[in-house]
């Protein structure tokens, strides 16, 4: 990752950076683990964060997928330091940041990759962390009960339509996020949550919800093609655990 170029905060590359299984059961509306017995979970992308290992301790069968889960033990841990701290310092280096941000997520996104690398090497044997990245993965159609994905769509679009990326050319443009939102579909058999749907920078600087306008389109093509949707406030925990948005489809 490069160093932020901006008056705001961007990145110029996907951070490999974790939640805790707390923050992630708020960011997909997970009110009670029970809700998840008896199915099979799709975390698409996994990351460095608690998910997995959490579900395994509940007996939930999960399996998460990023294009990091390549790397060895020791580069997985050493990339999600350095983005950690990359965040940590360029947040930090903002004004406006400096004022809103609860960097202790810092130190739970720390915390959550401690439990995800203790659990990486064992995890894969198991087939629980799969390389792969959108929008087109290797499962057979309707493998998972729910999919579940955070931290990339709507997130990652350009700084000029509410996401965090600096470059205005990313491959991750709208079509991508259609295609990927399509291709997480095809591998549920009940429904998608997708945490973290709102304009990043109206909810950042300016603590005011608006949807990202990716979502609302994507939204709009969904209910065309008769897919039902809801969208559900959730926390968001990178500052002031100010609402955000998760996109729930029903299948």
Not at 26 to 34: C, S
Not at 79 to 102: F, H, N, P, Q, W
Not at 162 to 167: C, M
Request: glycine share 6%.
């Amino acid at each position: 990752m490069k160093e932020v170029q901006s008056e705001k905060f961007v990145l110029q590359n996907v951070a490999f950076l974790g939640r805790t299984f707390k923050q992630l059961c708020d960011l997909f509306n997970i009110q009670e683990i029970k809700s998840f017995e008896g199915k099979k979970v799709l975390d698409c992308p996994g990351g460095p964060s608690g998910l997995n290992k959490y579900f395994k301790d509940h007996q939930i069968h999960c399996v998460s997928v990023d294009p990091l889960y390549n790397l060895d033990i020791e580069d997985a841990s050493k990339i999600g330091k350095r983005d950690v701290d990359l965040c940590d310092t360029s947040l930090y280096a903002d004004e406006i940041c400096k004022r809103l941000v609860s960097f202790d997520f810092f130190k739970e996104s720390h915390n959550a990759r401690q439990v995800f690398i203790e659990d990486f090497e064992l995890g894969k044997a198991e087939g629980r962390y799969v390389v792969g990245h959108l929008p087109k993965l290797s499962f057979k159609d309707k493998s998972f009960d729910i999919v579940l994905s955070a931290n990339l769509l709507f997130l990652y679009a350009p700084k000029s339509v509410g996401g965090i990326s600096a470059d205005e050319n990313t491959p991750l443009n709208y079509q991508w996020h259609l295609d990927s939102i399509l291709e997480l579909m095809r591998l549920a058999k009940q429904e998608v949550r997708i945490g973290g749907c709102a304009h990043f920078y109206s909810s950042f600087y300016e603590n005011r919800l608006e949807l990202h306008p990716w979502t609302k389109r994507i939204i709009d093509e969904l209910h065309g093609r008769k897919i039902k949707t809801e969208l559900v406030k959730t926390p968001e925990h990178a500052h002031r655990k100010v609402e955000t948005y998760m996109l729930r489809i029903i299948l």
